[in-house]
């Protein structure tokens, strides 16, 4: 707040991305709109153009929190209206400014850092490009997976016959979200905030390593990983209230999801109750018709392929569903809502074709 009264393109940057959110909030952005109908931002550019003209001594200026932040709302607005290519252009300056300040922590600010670091890997997310960060690992390594142990919570046992088919890095990946995911409902019941050092550090250290992760199309690593990405995407880059369509995230969750196919498996996790594929396929639809596909408003192929997995694991209530869920990993603060939604929505198709 205190930036606000003495930086004026920080006002109008704040100025502009705010009209702009509440636009996408209440359905005003469908296409792109002239730069003209937000004045704020023209005034932006020609502040932000001063101080980039500004002589080389005067870096500190150049580098400092209030000109990232003015920067990081010029590639928000941009990604928002579907400029990918400025999208992009503006997450590269806000590298060379990340740069002058000797990396992330450098900035000083978590939520600074939260929020760029939000934009990046959704730009990424939405067009299929790689991130602007931790995109060279010699000069900026993957930060490292935070330690859930003094919370203590540990890995739950159950998830190990499906992480024994995948990637190493991958399950840990899997491990410490679901960690993340404890912390969270643990704070919630309790009313509690959670600390943003623990936000930050989950969201990096996870969503930048599956980012950069590939794997053969259809196997179950590929899948897994898909699903964590949508899952992650759900929790941590989805604003309240707007939601970003994605372009080339559904062709690939949809691909992978119809031609995945299990390898043998050994006999210790043969069995039903050992691997339970079709509550795994529950969980992977929901997560995709929550983060992926619009809710209940869902494809058609996910309605009908979700409401044959209801049938086979004999759910026929949300509690029941909810179970299923989070023994893989569900936050209910965010998730409860629109997941309930999809199962009403997939319910109702059910009693439908059974009257019918």
Not at 265 to 272: A, F, H, R, W
Not at 347 to 353: A, Q
């Amino acid at each position: 707040m205190e930036a606000l009264t003495v930086d004026a393109a920080y006002l109008h940057a704040l100025a502009f991305s705010t009209q702009a959110y509440f636009d996408l909030m209440s359905g005003r952005i469908s296409s792109k709109r002239p730069v003209s109908a937000y004045p704020h931002m023209l005034k932006t550019l020609r502040l932000l153009r001063e101080r980039l003209d500004l002589p080389e001594h005067n870096v500190a200026v150049k580098s400092s929190f209030s000109t990232a932040a003015v920067v990081l709302c010029l590639a928000f607005h941009a990604h928002i209206m579907g400029e990918h290519e400025t999208a992009r252009h503006h997450m590269l300056g806000l590298r060379k400014i990340v740069d002058l300040n000797r990396g992330l922590k450098g900035l000083k600010n978590e939520k600074l850092v939260i929020e760029l670091l939000r934009c990046d890997m959704g730009i990424a997310l939405h067009n299929g490009t790689k991130p602007i960060f931790f995109s060279d690992l010699v000069q900026e390594p993957y930060w490292p997976y935070p330690d859930f142990m003094l919370y203590g919570i540990t890995a739950d046992p159950e998830d190990e016959p499906l992480l024994a088919i995948l990637d190493t890095e991958l399950a840990t990946a899997w491990r410490t979200m679901k960690k993340f995911c404890t912390l969270v409902n643990r704070a919630a019941a309790a009313s509690r905030k959670l600390p943003k050092e623990d936000l930050l550090d989950t969201m990096a250290s996870v969503m930048y390593r599956l980012l950069h992760m590939c794997f053969g199309r259809g196997s179950p690593s590929e899948v897994i990983r898909l699903g964590l990405l949508a899952f992650c995407s759900n929790v941590f880059l989805q604003w309240a209230s707007v939601r970003l369509p994605y372009t080339h995230f559904p062709i690939m969750y949809q691909d992978n999801l119809v031609n995945l196919e299990f390898p043998a498996l050994d006999n210790d996790y043969s069995g039903v109750n050992n691997f339970p594929t079709p509550r795994l396929l529950l969980w992977l639809l929901t997560v995709g018709a929550v983060s992926v596909f619009g809710g209940v408003d869902s494809e058609a192929w996910l309605k009908s392929w979700l409401r044959v997995n209801l049938e086979l694991c004999g759910i026929d209530s949300w509690s029941a569903m909810y179970t299923v869920l989070d023994s893989f990993m569900w936050v209910r603060v965010v998730q409860d809502a629109p997941g309930k939604a999809v199962f009403d929505s997939s319910m109702s198709s059910i009693l439908y074709l059974e009257f019918n």
